[in-house]
Structures are given as C-alpha cells and as structure tokens.
C-alpha cells in the first residue's frame, strides 16, 4: 500500500499501526494486549478531524489508510481482523462467515458457510450472492484493490477483461447459505487479503460506479450519515446491526457514533485538540509542533508508535554500480539513521530488517551493516566504483526531498559521484517502477496492507514480480532465481505456523546479506487525544487499520 | 474568443502527452496492480487510441462535466465549483480594497507630486510592488497567528458559517494580496493623472476657467481612471482564475489550490479543465473591459 | 526652492539646466541622452539603489569566495555535527529536526537548514541561479517582444494577425498556471528540440520559460509604439530613399523605441526575478539541490514556527534586490521623461 496515495499535501503521513511490546523505544509501557482492548465507558460521540478527505468511501475502491479506518466499521467481510490492539488485531477471525474456511489440500478451494440471518444496516438480508457481487463489483470497477488476490480467483483475471459472465470461481448457494472460491494459484495470504474493506460486503443492487456520495449499507457496527463530499461525514450505530453477529468479533465499537470533518490545515487541528473542540486528529501532527505536544502531553494524550511500513533506499542490482553487491553493502554500511530521523523531524524508527516489527517473521537482531563511513568507502575502492555516476531518485514531498539530498551527499561523500532527480510525487512510482528508467537508487517506501510477510517480502523483493513496468520491486534482480524459488514456496503455505514463520525470517536474512535495499526505518504514527479520550484504555492503536475507531472510548 | 481557448487546450493537452513516465493507466491502477488491471484500464479510459481520439474525448467530456480526474476520479467541474467561493471571497474582497486604496493613494500622490506625502507614498508603493506575495503571506502567518494569536493560521470559513468568521478567516489573505496591488495602482493611477494633465482638453477646462475642482475632478480623474479601468478588469479576470500562491500559503482551499496540486500531480483533467476555466475567465472579462472601455471614453464610442 | 526644475507647460529642459548651471556658460543644445544622464545623476535616491544592487550582485558573484572563508559547501549535509558558538556547543540539527539558527559564528552565519547545510553560503549561491533565471529571461523577453513586436507592427497584414494570435493565446493563458505546467513538465525530462537538448534540472529550462511568457506583455506595448512610429515622417522618408525594411526598423524605429526598453528592461529583470521565486517556491522553477531564492524559502515552510530564518533571509534578500531594480528603474524612467515630475497649479 502506498502512503502517498491520496495524501500528497505536506505532512500527512498515515501509516497502517502495529504495537510491539518489544519496542520500547517510544517509551509507551505495555498496552494490555491481551485484554479486550481495555476497559472505558461507553457512549458519546467522538469528533475526529482529517487533513483530506477520505479518496472514496467506497468498500470497492478505497486504498488509503483514513478510508480503512472509516470503512472497516462499517463493511466486514467473510473474514475480518480483531478490534484489539497489539498483535492480537492481526488475527484474521471469522466475520461474516461462521468458522474460518475449509481450505482443501492443494489450497485452492476454500469453502465458506454465512452465518444465519445477517441483515444490512437498511434491513435487507444479507445473501451469499451478495459476496460473489461484491467481488465482481470491484472488479468491474478496476478497483486498485483488483491485484490483492482478487485475480487469482479463477475467473477473475477473465471477468477483469470482459465484464461478462461474472466471475466462475465463485459458487454461491442463497439457500444453503455457502460460498465455494476457487483459487489459480494457492496462497497463505488469501485469508488476510479477505479481512480488508475491498472484500467488504455490500449488497448485490449497488451500481458498479463510485458510491461516496452516497455509501451504500453494510453489516458493520456502524453505518455512514450525513455525508457531504470533501467536507464532512458521519458513522452512528447500525439501526439493524444483526443479531447473529451480536457477541463476534464485528461487534465492537464503544462510542455512540464518530463525526469526521475536514479541516486542511493541520495547524489548526492541533489547536482544536488542545483546547478540545476536537477529540481526535488522524494525521500526524506537524512536524514543528511534535516535540512541544511530547513536551506537554507526552504519556497523558500523545505518543508515537511505530507502523508496519518500511522506509528504505532501493538499490537497483541489475544496472552499475549496485549491480556488484560490494556497492550495494558499502551503501548499506553508510547510511545513518541517526542523521535520517533528523531530517524526518523525529518520526522515524530505525530498523535494519526488511519486516517490520508487527508483522510475523519479524526477528530483533543487531545491525548487519552498522554505521561506518570509512569501511563504506573501503568497500567502494575495493569494487573499483569509485567515480562512477549514480542518479539518486526522490519525489518532490517535503521529507522525501530533503531525505535523498542527504543520500545524495552520503554517496558523494563514499566516493560516488551522485545528484538528484526530483520527480512529481503522483508519477514518482510509476517513473522508478517502470524498468526502462534504470533507476539506480532512490527513495522507496511501503506501508503493510495486511500483517504477513508475504505483503512485504513477496511484493517487494521476490524477482519473479519483475516486470516492464508498474513495479514495486526496484531491485530489479530478476536473475536471482533461487530465491524467488524460496519465496513461492513460502508464499503457498496456507498457515502461519511457527516454523512456516521461521522460513520467512531467514528470507529476511538472505535479503539483507544480498544488500538489495539499504533500509533504514519504519515510519512512527502519532495518537493525540483531547481530554475527553480515555487514553490510558482506549487508544486504539491497531496493527492493521493504523487507529480502531471502534476502540476508542471517552473517559 | 473561441480560438484562443480552443488552441489552449490542444497546448495544454500537448504539454502533458509529452512528459515522460506519465502513463495515466499505471496511476489509476494504483501500486499494488497487475498486468491484467493496467491493460484493462487502458482499454476502459480509451488510452490505446490515437492522441486526436483522446483529445476529442476529452473535450467531450469537459463540455459535458464527466471530466474525472486520473488521481482519485473525482469530477473535475464539481471540484472546481467548490472552490470558487473561497477563491471568489479572496479575489473581490482583495480588489475592493486595492481599487479603493489604490485609487485614493493614487490621487493623493499626484495632488502632492514632488513633496513629502508623495515621496512617502512613492517609496510605500515600490515597496509593495517589489514583495514576494508567498513571502509576506509567511511573515504573516508566523508574527499575527503564531507569535500572536490574532489570527486564525490559515483555512477558509465558508459564509455559511457565519460572515464575521469569514472575513476573520480572510483579512490576512485580503491584506497580503492587496499590499501588492495597492502600490501598482496608485502609481498607475498618478502617472496618469500627471499625463492628463498635458492633454488639450484639460488645457481647454482652463482655459474656459472652470474650477479647479472642476477640472481635476470631472476631467482629469475621469480620463485618468480609464487605463486604470482596463487593468482592473483584466486582473480580476485573471485572478478569479486562482490566486496561486495566497491560496496556497494561506490554505484557503479555492481553484488555485486546486490547480497547484493537479499540476503538481500531472493530473490532465483537472488541469485541462481549470486552465480552459482560468482563460475563459480572462478571455471574459477582457471583453467586458472593452465593452466599458466604450462606454466611458465617448472618444472610441463616437469612433465606433 | 525645489531642486527640480518647475516647468508650466512649456518646455525647454535644456536651456532650463544650463540655466542652472550658471549663467554664464554657453547655451549649448545637448542631446537627449546627456540630459537623461544629468538627471539620473542627479537622482542621489536611484543611485544609490543601484549601488545596491551591484553590491547584492558581486556578494552573489563572490559566493565562492564567501564559502571558503566559511568554511562550508553549499551541497554538504551535516547532520549529526555540532557548532561551537560563544563557548556552547550545539547541536546543527537537534534529533528532533530542528536547525541551528542565525548566530555569531563564520560557519553558519544565517543559520543551518533541515540538512544541516549553511544557509548563507546557500543564499549566495541560490542568488547567483535565481540573478541569472532572472537576468536572462529578461533578456530573452526583451528579445522576443523586440522582435515580435517590430515585426507586427511594421509589416501588419497577416504576420500581424499571426503574431497577434500568438499574444492573444499566451496572454490568455492563466500566467502561473502555464508557468507551473511548462515548469514541472520539462523538469521532468528536459527540453528536446529537434538537435538542442537541455537537460532537465538546467537552468535554461525556467529562463527560457519565463522569458517566453512574458514577451506579450512588453510585446504589445511595442507593437503599438512601432505601428504609430511607422507613421511619423522620417519612417516615409526612409522609404522614399529606397531603404529595405529591415535597416529601417533597425536604425529608424528601434532607436526610438530604446527608453521604453530601458525603462521595461529594469523592471521586467524584478519581475523575472520575482517570478522565478514564485515558481521555484511552488516546485517549478529550479529544481533542489541546485538553491534559488524560491526553493529556500520552500524549504523552511515546515520549519516556519521553529525555525523561521529559514523562510525569512531568502526573501529579505528577494526584497532588497527586487526593490532596488525597482527604484533604480523608477529613477531612470524620471531621467528619460521628467514630465512626470511636473507639478500640479
């Protein structure tokens, strides 16, 4: 998931949240996870301010964290992931559906039962047809969401094309209240993927068309009101909210109803929660203001964790100089994330493995390519780089920029002689994704769309997902077969059992030893409250949907 | 009139099929897409055809308010609607105030041509001409919102909300925008008033012994406020089109924001369509100022 | 008794200065020329502005030098270092992003940035981009309307149609938002012209835009000038000497036309100049690292409440200078045409 899209204004940065209790970093003590997202009363509404308006409130379409944290409480899939905070929210648990799914041997065929009278938030029932529609709507639609697992239902990729005949893989029984999906290729991931808004349940009458203006229902704790498009809009309590899905992991949410309204400067917003006028602010606040609202409110209405997102230089392996991994270690060896958290005002955590904290096959371990300009230049001498030009890639965002100026100066600085190339940040990734442009390093970034390594390491790294254009693999080694060998194998199996976890850690590993990224961070979200918020119970911090407004509660 | 727009819309439209990296399938597909979703996406939005094809499409649909933007697929025209109070609030208030100003320092400085009120007013005027408009709008924003809170540090306040808050909202963009113009005119306005004043037909109010006051008033203020008119018309015009850089600095949300972040985005059908409404608008108001230029200078309305 | 001359109606400037001279020197007829320069001369206000902008212009000239004694570069990132200044040591970037200020030292004068580069060795450097955008694509319209212009006007007919069209369109077209356009598309992948190519981060890429906008602004003016000079006598008497149009728009018109350039050439400089900043603020004029006046004070916006030097001493610099070319135009434009100082009965 990108965290650009949709958010370019300034300092907006969202990210999708996890809470380790191993990082103590942020100096935030343990956030009882494995209670019930803590006590607090309930009722209230709670006053939620955004810099942007969400890109769609529309299950089919919507890719950007604030359209998640609305939509989440609103259209539940088959399967959805728990409103707790810490780790215990990236389990996927049933939602819509009874039981999770029986998945058959080779993991292709997944069989689900819905449970027994659902109703959508205008009273309508809720059909397993209605799910098979759901789908097709997103993929009539060519919803961004089409790639995360939609097409490699059988049928689906066809149906993406012809629009015609629906999609076949999905067998939908109203009366017996089944679905069947069958599944190109067998996936472990399929079950997360089926946990996000695009999987969301809407009923099978609603237009393939953008539905913003007018969301359709949905069987969430909470249903959409008074929406008025870039301004405002409303989430009170499900009037129908089904009786069989009273007690499950859908239902959850402590507050009476939420009211989002969009307010441009983030200045601003920070002054409405200090004088609370406001309850909540989903951005970050400015970058300015951090370190007084630490200073003031730090441990009693703000904190910083850090998100599943990754923040790193790629390092393209396929063009010179980082085609000799010698380069590519020395730029490992050189970068400083001390100098790095500076420029990006403090918000950064440092990291040195390719999976972030709050994703499974996440393992702490030291620094393999500890800060040391010298040994970096050694490096650079001993693989006869010296010299040699190097373009360093960065879009034009505020922190973006200033980050690979300094990159630039650091490889100047190793004996490369590097310069910048600024690029709008809308076609910043469709430029270095494209495999023509050649980019030979530059600023990449990634915020998790689900918790498994796979939306990670799969994505990111596995030279089989090299391609012409349109990709998220920047480091182009396309040749390095053995690996993506290892990935696949990782990626077929249908659980995330310990050691299928292990497997994932040691791809981390190779990752780092192969130097394919120089890695250094992952982004830290704020959580500001005003005074009515319960911040000691009721942070909702989530390891999916960044912040679990459904655990939000006032004092 | 139509020409102009219609060759600026083939400009524009040029300008941005020759960028590179911008295949706009790639974008609306989002990062995590496949293959299958581009090539669909690029059979759907009709980007295989031949650049004429897609010009001609996407003139259909401006003219018919289907135009979307490839960023977010939101529809253009409404987008650019919602921004016109908050542009329009910005640009009349500030003109208000530049004309009225810019008029009244302008006859001051001439009246006291070559003494001390107008050297003042001189050095006042070059001063605000020579200012970065984004500049003083910082300044401002960190002395009169930050360092004092007498103001509000940006964003719009819609009449709905009450008018006191809007102006409130608005006087540091009014001002910031005025401060410039303020200096433009007024010199405009008295080397003006100075030229009419050589003119025979202010020779021939003396000459007949009208009043000083007279003369001044009736001839030459008249005569000299009709350049003044011209400029006027044609800088609103080109104004409500979207003050880019108040509007940015300040957060005000109007067509001009709106315009920075597509063009910032290379987003075609935004900008397509507000450069096609920024030069309507001054393609307009240029043909009212002649209309007015005929009404108040009877020398072209007897010519005409 | 004012220093300036009073004149009524009539006009006899030369014999008005040579009356102030001294009477007892010979009444000569001096040229128009002389006089302009007498009166500039006279003018201690203009001049003294172009003293300073000279100055601003050699300070920018000389940033090489400046960076030297200062001890820093304008592209080197120094994040984690620490200055000492007046015996305490302090951080040039706190870990919480936040940049040193202006202070007593050699290095970091005005201040660091978010990168911990030197901000005054960035200013002069910046100046030097954002003088030479500013110079050159006022050159290129003064060139462009020149050319334009002369040639609309004294051909008319259909190359006056042509070229009027051209105006028109340019004209209409919302001044920024072209600038924007033009700008960010051709930062991306540089100007290919048949066999000029310009690379996209060059400096030629924003002059030659800004330049080029702004030919219909002194290009219609001109046109109207060269349409009523073509008129006068001594245009009919070239003709009638067999004179090709060329030489006569060369050595008849444009001579004529030469104190409206002088005067437009100053301030379409400041206008340039503040144009340049407006682009290169919105990120597209000159592109980062390369530092102009524009983009410095971009980059202290996210600081504006922390570290406002930052955003400040580039526009100071802007002022001074734009003002200047300002004042100095304004006392030339009096020098050429003192009508304007009359006074009124």
Not at chain 1, 292 to 319: C, D, H, M, W
Not at chain 1, 392 to 397: A, M
Not at chain 2, 236 to 246: E, Q, T, Y
Not at chain 3, 111 to 124: F, K, S, T, W
Request: with cysteine.
């Amino acid at each position: 998931m990108s965290g650009g899209s949709g958010m370019r204004v300034g300092a907006g940065f969202l990210a999708v949240a996890v809470i380790s209790v191993v990082l103590a970093a942020c100096g935030s003590s343990d956030k009882g996870g494995s209670t019930s997202g803590g006590t607090g009363k309930a009722g209230g509404t709670i006053n939620i301010l955004g810099t942007s308006y969400p890109d769609f409130l529309d299950p089919a379409l919507s890719y950007t964290v604030d359209g998640w944290e609305a939509l989440s409480q609103v259209y539940p899939g088959l399967l959805t992931y728990e409103h707790k905070p810490g780790l215990a929210g990236a389990k996927v648990v049933p939602g819509l559906a009874e039981a999770l799914p029986t998945v058959s041997k080779d993991g292709k065929t997944w069989d689900f039962t819905l449970r027994k009278g659902l109703k959508f938030s205008d009273g309508t029932p809720v059909k397993a047809s209605d799910f098979k529609a759901s789908i097709e709507r997103l993929l009539k639609m060519d919803s961004q969401g089409s790639g995360l697992g939609f097409t490699n239902i059988v049928g689906g990729a066809e149906y993406l094309k012809s629009k015609k005949g629906g999609v076949t893989g999905i067998t939908a029984d109203d009366a017996a209240g089944t679905i069947k999906i069958e599944l190109v290729k067998p996936r472990g991931d399929f079950a997360y993927q089926l946990g996000l808004p695009f999987a969301g349940v809407v009923p099978a009458s609603t237009p393939a068309e953008n539905q913003t203006k007018n969301p359709p229902p949905g069987t969430g704790r909470y249903a959409f009101k008074d929406v008025v498009v870039n301004r405002s809009y409303k989430l009170v309590a499900n009037p129908n909210f089904s009786e069989s899905l009273k007690g499950t992991a859908i239902d959850a949410g402590k507050a009476a109803g939420f009211n989002v309204t969009i307010d441009k400067q983030l200045a601003t917003q920070v002054t409405k929660i200090t004088n609370n006028t406001a309850d909540f602010m989903i951005d970050n606040p400015p970058a300015d203001r951090v370190a007084a609202i630490k200073a003031k409110y730090g441990g009693k209405r703000f904190e910083q964790f850090p998100t599943n997102s990754s923040f790193y230089f790629f390092l393209n392996s396929e063009v010179p100089p980082f085609d000799d991994v010698l380069v590519r270690q020395a730029a490992n060896y050189a970068v400083d994330v001390n100098a790095i958290n500076r420029i990006q005002g403090g918000v950064l955590s440092p990291a040195n493995t390719i999976l972030p904290p709050g994703v499974p096959g996440f393992k702490q371990a030291p620094d393999m390519y500890p800060f040391d300009l010298a040994k970096a230049k050694a490096l650079i001498k001993q693989a006869g780089a010296e010299g040699k030009a190097v373009t360093v890639w960065g879009n034009d965002e505020e922190q973006t920029k200033n980050t690979v100026q300094y990159w630039a100066d650091t490889l100047n600085q190793i004996g490369l002689k590097a310069k910048v190339k600024i690029v709008p940040a809308e076609t910043y990734f469709t430029t270095i994704g494209d495999r023509k442009t050649g980019a030979q390093t530059g600023w990449a970034n990634w915020f998790q769309d689900y918790p498994h390594p796979a939306d990670f390491i799969d994505v990111l790294v596995n030279p089989e997902k090299v391609v012409a254009t349109g990709n998220n693999n920047y480091s182009y080694n396309a040749s390095d077969k053995e690996l993506a060998a290892r990935i696949d194998a990782a990626v077929a199996q249908p659980e995330l059992t310990p050691a299928v976890i292990d497997q994932w850690t040691a791809l981390d590993v190779e990752i780092q030893k192969k130097a394919y990224w120089a890695i250094y961070g992952n982004r830290k979200q704020s959580t500001f409250f005003s005074d009515r918020m319960d911040f000691q119970n009721c942070k909702g911090e989530h390891a999916l949907w960044t912040h679990d407004w459904a655990e939000f509660c006032l004092k | 009139m139509a020409l102009v727009l219609w060759a600026i819309s083939v400009i524009t439209f040029v300008i941005f099929y020759l960028i590179p990296g911008g295949d706009p399938a790639l974008r609306i597909a989002g990062r995590n897409s496949n293959e299958a979703l581009r090539a669909q996406i690029r059979e759907d939005y009709g980007f295989n055809d031949a650049k004429p094809v897609q010009y001609v499409r996407l003139m259909e649909k401006t003219f018919n308010g289907q135009l979307e933007s490839y960023s977010d697929r939101t529809n253009v025209r409404e987008r650019l609607l919602q921004g016109v109070p908050a542009t329009a609030s910005l640009i009349l208030g500030a003109a208000a105030i530049w004309l009225f100003f810019g008029v009244l320092l302008g006859v001051i400085s001439a009246v006291y041509a070559g003494r001390w009120p107008d050297r003042l007013l001189t050095i006042f005027a070059i001063t605000g001409i020579s200012l970065p408009e984004f500049w003083i709008g910082l300044l401002a924003l960190y002395w009169l919102t930050y360092k004092v809170s007498w103001f509000p540090p940006g964003g719009y306040a819609p009449l709905t909300a009450g008018p006191v808050q809007w102006a409130y909202h608005l006087v540091l963009p009014w001002a910031t925008l005025a401060l410039l113009s303020i200096g433009f005119y007024s010199r405009l306005l008295r080397s003006n008033i100075l030229d009419t004043i050589h003119d025979d037909f202010v020779r021939t109010a003396w000459a007949k012994g009208l009043s000083r006051r007279r003369v001044l008033g009736r001839h030459v203020l008249r005569n000299a406020l009709i350049p003044i008119v011209t400029v006027f018309g044609l800088d609103v015009g080109a104004s409500l089109g979207g003050a880019i850089l108040v509007e940015k600095v300040f957060g005000l949300n109007g067509v001009g924001q709106y315009i920075a972040d597509s063009v910032g985005s290379l987003d075609l059908p935004p900008i397509l369509g507000t450069t096609l409404y920024g030069a309507f608008l001054i393609v307009a108001f240029s043909a009212l100022v002649d209309i007015a230029y005929a009404f108040i200078d009877p020398r072209i309305r007897l010519q005409a | 008794m004012s220093s300036q001359p009073e004149t009524d109606f009539s006009f006899d400037a030369a014999g008005l200065v040579a009356a102030e001279s001294g009477a007892d020197q010979r009444i000569e007829g001096l040229s128009p020329w002389r006089l302009a320069g007498r009166r500039l001369r006279r003018n201690r206000v203009a001049l003294f502005f172009l003293v300073l902008f000279v100055l601003v212009v050699a300070l920018c000239l000389a940033a090489p030098l400046y960076a030297d004694w200062a001890g820093n570069t304008p592209d080197r990132n120094n994040l984690t270092g620490t200055l000492v200044r007046g015996g305490k040591k302090q951080f040039i970037v706190t870990p919480d992003g936040k940049p040193i200020g202006p202070g007593f030292s050699k290095k970091y004068l005005l201040g660091a940035d978010q990168n911990g580069r030197d901000v005054a060795v960035r200013l002069l450097y910046g100046g030097r981009n954002s003088l030479f955008v500013g110079f050159a694509s006022a050159v290129l319209t003064i060139l462009g309307a020149l050319v334009l212009g002369l040639c609309a006007g004294y051909f008319r007919g259909w190359i006056d149609r042509v070229i009027s069209s051209v105006f028109d369109i340019v004209w209409s077209f919302p001044v920024l938002l072209f600038a924007i356009a033009l700008g960010t598309a051709l930062a991306l992948g540089g100007l290919h012209l048949g066999f000029i190519t310009i690379q996209g981060d060059s400096l030629w890429i924003p002059t030659i835009i800004i330049g080029t906008i702004f030919i219909p602004y002194l290009g219609r003016p001109v046109r109207g000038q060269v349409l009523s000079l073509r008129e006068k006598e001594f245009v009919e008497a070239a003709v009638a000497q067999g004179m090709g149009p060329l030489r006569i728009m060369f050595s008849e018109i444009l001579p004529n036309l030469t104190s409206t350039v002088l005067v437009f050439g100053t301030l379409t400089i400041a206008n340039n100049i503040l144009t340049e900043a407006a682009l290169s603020f919105l990120g597209a004029g000159i592109q980062p690292p390369a530092p102009s006046w524009g983009n410095l004070i971009s980059d202290g916006v996210a600081r504006l409440t922390t570290a406002p030097h930052q955003a400040i001493v580039p526009g100071i610099a802007i002022v001074l200078t734009v003002l200047s070319l300002n004042v100095f135009g304004d006392g030339l434009r009096d020098a050429l045409d003192p009508r304007a100082k009359v006074r009124l009965r």
